[in-house]
């Protein structure tokens, strides 16, 4: 199995940065991609980034190419969200998620962005 702690969450004015950190433990060689995602209050959870853990390719959601950066740290399993120029839009709980085979099936507990204006 594998296990994901996310840290790095805070309250921060519009136009700030925040960096979320996402731990892997366990059986971490099974993972193929990990990803963020987000949830707003009343919206569905929705894909902010992708990495994969041996290629690096990247996938950027619209609303957040060009202010984040998906990182990721194989030595120490772990994998990093750089959120620069954040909005009050951006203000959810984010999620960090594994992938081992089609779809993302491990996630973290969650970590509350809050973006004030």
């Known amino acids: 199995q594998v296990q994901l702690v996310e840290s790095g969450g805070g309250l921060v004015q519009a136009g700030g940065s925040l960096r979320l950190s996402c731990a892997a433990s366990g059986r971490t060689f099974s993972i193929v991609a990990m990803g963020w995602f987000r949830q707003a209050p009343g919206k569905e959870r929705e894909l902010v980034a992708t990495i994969t853990w041996s290629g690096g390719s990247i996938y950027y959601a619209d609303s957040v190419k060009g202010r984040f950066t998906i990182s990721r740290d194989n030595a120490k399993n772990s994998m990093y969200l750089q959120m620069n120029s954040l909005k009050p839009e951006d203000t959810a709980v984010y999620y960090c998620?594994?992938?081992?085979?089609?779809?993302?099936?491990?996630w973290g507990q969650g970590t509350q962005v809050t973006v004030s204006s």
């Open positions: 998620a594994a992938r081992r085979a089609s779809h993302y099936d491990i």
